[in-house]
């Protein structure tokens, strides 16, 4: 099978973890007898000399730039099928919920739908942007012989939302890559004193500021805590517009002094972080897979999320499960977390054998089998 794979959304370092999904999947692809991938990228992904679409697997540069939304959307409408179809490929995947919609022609399709955000969690994206989504999404899933899901739970929202066939959509979770054996993280006490932590517990949440990621959640759940046993909160990553009105509930609360926002740290500060926290909490009211549940299970990291949409599948009983709109739920979990060491312990081994399911070489597998089915028609 030659597969076009559209890779038109992808910005590296802003495209998050649809960028990472492509990362990771693209090399397993090209690894897999039957499968040939050839990669139609944007013209500022092509300049990502490191990238795998540059020297793993074939690619083909789309007069596109992806930072310009409407760029994006007439080269996946225009360009995408064009390209695929000189390449004599058998079928097109996109991978990033949008793609080519019935009219723009080309091969068959296959497309990746992370999450349907738009519809069940609004507030994760703003204006023009979610209500491009609210249609370009369902156009992608209707275009598409076949469909990847991250999680059973998207899978369900979709039948639910867009009634879309459910015998058309394929489960494909995705994984995590851990540093490489000579990788060092940032020691402890470098990041203690570099980042002010001090010398007391720290829960870390790899939330990024967005409303449905609920770190208010956090907050006000860390304000019901006494001082004496009160944790540090550390929410690392990029700045974003929300960013402001948490700092300004902290001080609200009273808790100013015991949430950090770090901002953007390096590979090396952040798997330090991972090292020295006592757990990690992801009070998220939507994710379509929630990565970051599974980041802290495949590191040995006692964990708790939230009892919502996929989150406890990909927990599978490994982590603490809690009521997002409870914040005294919220707060009982931090504390056990803090407090119980054998708790802890307990977690971090369930941790680390349920991560043992997700690998990207069977996502790999899965997808390939995905593409079986979309050409024959299935």
């Not at 590296?12 to 990771?24: F, L, S």
């Not at 090399?27 to 992904?45: C, F, M, Q, S, Y």
């Not at 209500?131 to 039948?159: E, Y």
């Not at 060491?341 to 349920?354: A, N």
Request: with cysteine.
């Amino acid at each position: 099978m030659r597969v076009a794979l559209n890779l038109i959304y992808l910005v590296p370092g802003e495209t998050g973890g649809m960028e990472v999904y492509a990362r990771e999947l693209l090399p397993r692809l090209a690894a897999l007898d039957g499968v040939e991938p050839v990669a139609i990228v944007n013209r500022v992904a092509a300049a990502d000399e490191a990238a795998p679409w540059n020297g793993v697997v074939e690619s083909v540069v789309a007069p596109v730039d992806a930072r310009d939304r409407k760029q994006w959307i007439w080269g996946e409408q225009r360009h995408v099928p064009r390209l695929a179809t000189q390449l004599g490929a058998d079928l097109i995947h996109s991978l990033a919920s949008t793609g080519p919609g019935r009219l723009a022609g080309g091969p068959p399709k296959v497309t990746t739908v992370h999450d349907l955000h738009y519809a069940v969690a609004p507030d994760a994206h703003f204006g023009m942007r979610g209500l491009g989504m609210r249609v370009l999404v369902p156009a992608a899933v209707h275009a598409s012989r076949r469909i990847v899901a991250d999680s059973q739970a998207t899978k369900d929202d979709m039948v639910r939302i867009l009634g879309t066939p459910e015998d058309t959509i394929d489960v494909v979770h995705l994984a995590t890559t851990l540093p490489g054996e000579g990788f060092v993280p940032t020691p402890e006490d470098d990041l203690r004193r570099r980042l002010g932590l001090g010398d007391r517990p720290v829960i870390l949440s790899m939330a990024a500021k967005r409303p449905h990621k609920n770190v208010e959640g956090l907050i006000d759940a860390l304000a019901g805590i006494p001082v004496e046993r009160r944790p540090l909160l550390v929410v690392p990553g990029y700045a974003t517009e929300h960013e402001p009105s948490l700092l300004l509930r902290a001080a609200a609360r009273n808790v100013g002094d015991d949430v950090l926002f770090p901002g953007w740290l390096s590979r090396a500060d952040v798997e330090g972080l991972w090292r020295l926290c006592v757990a990690h909490v992801f009070p998220s009211f939507y994710e379509g897979f929630g990565l970051p549940v599974l980041e802290a299970m495949a590191r040995g990291v006692a964990g708790a999320c939230a009892d919502r949409a996929s989150m406890p599948e990909v927990a599978g009983g490994a982590a603490l499960l809690f009521d997002p709109d409870d914040t005294g739920a919220i707060r009982t979990t931090i504390e056990r977390l803090t407090a119980d060491e054998v708790l802890r312990r307990d977690l971090g081994e369930r941790g680390l054998l349920r991560a043992r399911d997700f690998s990207w070489e069977r996502a790999a597998r899965q997808t390939a089998d995905a593409y079986g089915r979309a050409l024959a028609g299935a």
